[in-house]
Structure formats: C-alpha cells, structure tokens
C-alpha cells in the first residue's frame, strides 16, 4: 500500500518516534535540531502538528533533549514527554513537558530528580515508554500515571558499553539487544513487565561473518536487519536461519523505519489539526 507523505522536513527526512494504535509520531530531530513533531494517521489522512513546547532548548545550559511518545490505557489519551538533560558542569536541573492530545497544549511535569543521558531511540512496551540510559539503566515512563522510574539491566550488561545496547520491544515484551564481537546481537527479554529479576538470555542473532544491524523485530519473533548493501534480511530465532526479502533499502537508512502497523481512526475528530467540536 503506497500513502501519501505531506509533510516538509528542514533536514533530509523526519525521523519515526514511535507508532501506537495505527498514530505514527514524527519528528524532524535528524542533523538540524528542532522540535517539530507531527502526529499522524496516515490512513485516513489526519494530522496534527504540535505546538511549540514552553521550555526553548539551550545549549549553554542542556545537554540533550529526548522525546517520548505512547499511549495511557487508563485516560485513553496519547501522550508526548519531552526531557531536557542539563550539561554536568551547569546549574540547571532537569526540565520535563508532556502533550496531552485531550488537551491540545505543552505543560510542565514537575521533576526534582536527577536525569541521566537518555538515547533517543524508544521502546513502548505495556503501556510505558523506555530508554536505554547513561550509567546502564533504563529510564521507564508510566503515560499513566506519569511517572519516571529506573529499571536495572541484567547483571551480564551492567559493564557493557553504552553504544553497544539497543533498548526494543520484542514480542510485546521489552528486551535489550547486546552487539558482540565480531557482528553477532545477544538479546535478553524481561519475561515478567517491571520485574528486574525476571531478565533472561533469549538468543543470539548470528552475524555468519556479514556485517549486518538490527532494524526491526516482527510480532513472530523473527528479527529484521540490514546488510551493506541495504539488504533486508529475517534472521528466525527458531531455526538460527537468515532468510533473505527480496526488498533493499531505498536512501538513506537513517530515513527507514519498519513497524507493525495497526489501522485505526484516531484523529477522525480533527481535520489539519484543528479539533472539531461535537454538537449535539
């Protein structure tokens, strides 16, 4: 199915936060910083582009700026989170926002924990958002009831490095994938959501000696990755076997993004981001 893509980005492409119940949330955060993002529901033409937030970014003073984007059961609404990290040697404290679309504008969440380096890359999984975090954490968002917590890695990874950690959701359960020498990916799952204890070895993505990167995992549990030359490949955790797609990679692989997708009519009620008023 070939959609439509409206939208004008300042850099080269927007880059896909995340996508929840068929809203795609997007950002235009790749090389030029910005806070453009867009929700948008590509199949039945809908989109709502955010507001500008209330806290500016500034570099003298932040360190890095994150978003988050998921869905609460329990309000029913989607929500976006904006973190702000101060520099080690400033004297700002960490900055936090979140977008309600019930409401329809930016408000600060109060904060007076501290806030470590969050990679920007995201992991919605039972109804929170997660990070990999400097100091080899997790940093986990309950979109209800809007909260922060930490959630320890397993003991295997707590000396791992940084880059060499994904945070994903596999099977609807939050995993950790581990690059090793020379190429292979080791993933550890938490079997049990929120329990530390419960984080096992699942297996490992053999890399046969070809260079390749993970890109996506699919609800069967195979694992999707990419090859030099933007080949797709399915590695099957079942079989240890690599199944080649037929598809390659179009431009730049910054600009791919590859996710289960489930349509919906969110956003039915708005038209080019203006809410319409039920009347009765």
Request: glycine share 6%; proline share 5%.
């Amino acid at each position: 199915m070939k959609i439509d893509f409206p939208f004008v980005s300042v850099n080269q492409f927007f880059r896909i936060l995340g996508c929840v119940n068929g809203l795609v949330c997007l950002i235009d955060d790749i090389g030029r910083r910005t806070d453009h993002v867009i929700l948008w529901n590509p199949v039945i033409r809908r989109s709502l582009t955010l507001p500008n937030p209330n806290i500016a970014l500034d570099y003298s003073v932040h360190r890095t700026v994150v978003y988050g984007f998921g869905y609460g059961g329990f309000s029913n609404d989607y929500k976006i989170v904006r973190f702000l990290s101060p520099r080690r040697n400033s004297r700002g404290k960490p900055l936090v926002e979140i977008f309600r679309l019930s409401r329809g504008f930016w408000e600060n969440l109060d904060w007076s924990g501290s806030l470590p380096f969050l990679d920007s890359r995201q992991a919605y999984v039972s109804g929170a958002i997660h990070w990999l975090a400097e100091g080899n954490l997790i940093m986990a968002f309950d979109v209800d009831p809007e909260v922060l917590r930490e959630v320890k890695l397993p003991n295997a990874l707590q000396n791992s490095p940084f880059e060499c950690l994904i945070v994903a959701a596999w099977c609807k359960l939050l995993c950790v994938f581990e690059s090793q020498y020379p190429g292979d990916f080791c993933l550890w799952v938490m079997e049990d959501c929120g329990m530390e204890r419960t984080w096992t070895r699942r297996f490992v993505v053999k890399s046969f000696g070809i260079p390749r990167w993970i890109r996506s995992l699919r609800k069967n549990g195979e694992v999707i990755l990419v090859e030099n030359d933007n080949r797709l490949v399915s590695f099957d955790p079942k079989t240890n076997q690599v199944r080649y797609s037929g598809i390659q990679v179009q431009g730049s692989l910054r600009a791919f993004h590859m996710k289960s997708y489930m349509e919906s009519l969110v956003l039915l009620d708005r038209v080019d981001g203006v809410t319409i008023l039920q009347t009765n």
